[in-house]
């Protein structure tokens, strides 16, 4: 189970200007009720859906199987989405995965194949991806709901050509399509061809899509185990259903980030991962951050950073610029590699403090002294601890933050599951095509 | 040459309350001499050293004979080294190198090495790095100036342990050392093993080495043309000569952002890259800007997104979120991909607006009306392009930005060469490491 600790957000650890005082906790305590309410009228609504999901006995129908023929048969599994279509995936596949995934031999990989998340229109590194991989050997995925998301439809177009060329009819062979599962764009292309094909629930939105076939289906292609994964989102969503602060982490979370954002002017939300294996758990948890809350002028910027790396690039600021940030130190426990591995036993008088340590118990003792020294300079900083990175447990991450960012949503009083600031870009982008 | 907009930075474009007005830039203009001779004083001194050092002779001296014989011999470059002893390398080695450099075979890389840049002690990443590549054939280049990095210090300890079990004395032949040329705990195991050495000059930071052996060296075993680097950056340091905010566009740049961040309430700093390889230029970016800004309680958050991924992730919060944001679009006018390679054609009804496009123009496009938008909201942007990526104007941006940052720090009234806030937290480290 992920343990949190909020010690260093109230204002005993950081002061009253900076931390979450007593009477900050009752403001909160008192609007429970009604944001709790908000949030069963959403789930009701079918909003809040990604809360309902994990219950779903056909959640992972067909995804075994299908996974296991694309395991078995292909060398790559490249996917085409964006935003939520992509960011759930590349943070369950970076966290999941042994390091260094794609540059390990096939043995290495157990047979499993390699995985590109293709996130980006850039046209070097997209052909540079299309010149690499034998493209006969590829599973394309395709993951748009209303299929017409500008940058996806590019790409599968761009891709089609290659793969007609290459394996005319048979290109079908080569084509899993996630969608919709009757509107849209692509799912006329399912019918009418007999693609391979996964829904997508109409009512679930992109950065709430991970435990759905969007993220479990390239993520089981890939030997993800995805059945722990919605385990661990189930037992979360079970931990955050009480409507309590106290005993809902989910809630506890999204009430202190918006109470720092809205009453202690703390517009950043700094998330400092210190395991490169939750890099990219930041990126997906600025998304969802960025895209529910940010609107009607309101909203708090997610900033990502990895620790320890940006101690040395970004903690200067953290201690000595403006208090206008909160933070979320995200750290592991125990790591899959043996301390054996990395243990310094021999090393000169200057380093004769890393004796007996391992990068791991240095990487902690980093974590733990850069928290020490924010809290010593007022800036409030919470820790999630993963007791190891397993799918169970990134499972339960992806779930408390749901909930977290649902619960602030009904505190700001906002829509979190729209995004209309998105559609003046899409109109001037179409308009500029046309011409 | 990059060529440089601010049209979108002025109240004309997004109103006085978001923009530079006609009094704030008389304000600024007239605070130019003082910042101007502040910089002059701090080029006297060697502080701002990063101006200069293009202009020695000596620059490049050993480099491309090193470097030539690492390429020849090793298969894999791994850089010990973290914070400004990783970031400009990773800058400059994902903007130049071709795509997916690491996966390519050894042919497409016409017989580079690999490289990898290790500026983490996650042991998982580490290990799982040193399990995958052939350390025979490896050489490893460690960079620090003081040699009293704990996290560099651990990694090499972990390395040498591998290097002497697998080479004897050998292992001497494998490593590059990095350092001050005179003082440090790595300049006397230069000394006494004879190993082959750079020097950084004492008085260079970190964050502004990337032009000098600390990038140069690593950028050229992997066949980057470092002597165009230096050349586009001494062009771009003759264009920021000028002591006028009118024809010096580093100034311009670190006035108006500090006017931004001062005055007009936006305490954070987006750079948006519309290109995959430009993606870690905002990384180095943001080490720069914070850890030089970052003191006395003022400074301003650097973010970094891409586009068009963060299209889908951040621009509703950029849009319709509060006004607390200031925008650099980093674009490219011609990507070095043929614009055939990812051409539509034949595009379906509903993406008929695709059609003789590629994915370039596309990108393209969507940057521009993503500036667009985020201009109607009100929300000031300017834009740097890239006529190409290339290493001349890599190294034009490099300095570009180093100026506009040690401009910024003259208006700030700060030092932008020092960084005491990281003291604390490396202070508790040793304490916790020591129990």
């Keep these: ?33 009604a944001a709790h309410e908000q949030l069963e009228k959403w789930r009701a609504s079918g909003d809040a859906l990604f809360y309902d999901i994990v219950d779903e006995d056909c959640l992972l129908s067909g995804i075994p199987e299908k996974a296991a023929e694309v395991s078995e048969r292909f060398d790559n599994v490249v996917v085409l989405g964006i935003g939520g279509s992509a960011l759930g995936l590349r943070a369950a596949s970076q966290a999941l995965l042994p390091s260094h995934w794609n540059l390990r031999t096939k043995e290495s990989r157990e047979g499993r194949p390699r995985l590109f998340v293709c996130d980006n229109i850039d046209p070097e590194s997209f052909s540079g991806l299309l010149g690499l ?93 995805v059945e722990e994964l919605v385990n661990g989102a189930r037992a979360m969503a079970s931990r955050c259903s009480e409507p309590s602060l106290e005993t809902n982490p989910g809630y506890h979370i999204g009430a202190a980030f918006y109470q720092f954002d809205t009453a202690k002017r703390k517009n950043m939300s ?56 909160v933070f979320t130190f995200v750290g592991v426990e125990k790591f899959r590699t043996p301390a054996e591995a990395t243990r310094i036993s021999d090393a000169p008088k200057a380093f004769s403090y890393l004796n007996g340590h391992d990068l791991g118990s240095i990487l902690r003792a980093e974590q ?54 998105v559609e003046l870009g899409k109109k001037l982008t ?6």
């Design 133 to 225: 991989i034998d493209i006969e050997k590829t599973c394309f995925t395709i993951i748009s709901k209303s299929g017409r998301t500008t940058e996806t439809a590019a790409q599968l177009l761009v891709v089609l050509d290659h793969l007609k060329a290459l394996l005319g009819e048979n290109w079908h062979e080569n084509v899993v399509i996630i969608t919709d599962p009757e509107a849209g764009e692509l799912r006329p292309m399912v019918r009418e061809l007999g693609l391979t094909a996964f829904s997508i629930p109409p009512k679930l939105g992109g950065r709430f899509s991970v435990l759905s076939p969007v993220g479990l289906f390239p993520a089981a292609c890939v030997g993800i185990d």
């Design 430 to 435: 179409r308009e500029i095509l046309q011409r």
């Design 368 to 421: 733990v002294a850069t928290s020490r020294a924010l809290t010593e300079m007022g800036r409030p900083n919470m820790t999630v601890t993963f007791p190891q990175i397993d799918a169970h447990h990134l499972g339960e991450f992806f779930m408390l933050y749901e909930v977290a960012t649902a619960f602030a949503g009904a505190l700001y009083e906002i829509d979190p599951f729209n995004q209309p600031g």
């Design 270 to 325: 700094v998330m400092f991962s210190y395991s490169d294996a939750l890099m990219l758990t930041a990126d997906w948890y600025a998304q969802l951050w960025a895209e529910s809350l940010g609107k009607s002028g309101r909203g708090q910027t997610p900033v990502r950073a990895v620790g320890t790396t940006d101690q040395h690039s970004q903690v200067q600021l953290y201690m000595e610029g403006p208090a206008d940030k």
């Design 1 to 33: 189970m992920l343990s949190i600790d909020f010690t260093n957000v109230l204002a005993d650890a950081v002061g009253a200007d900076n931390g979450i005082t007593k009477e900050d906790a009752a403001t909160l305590i008192s609007r429970t009720t």
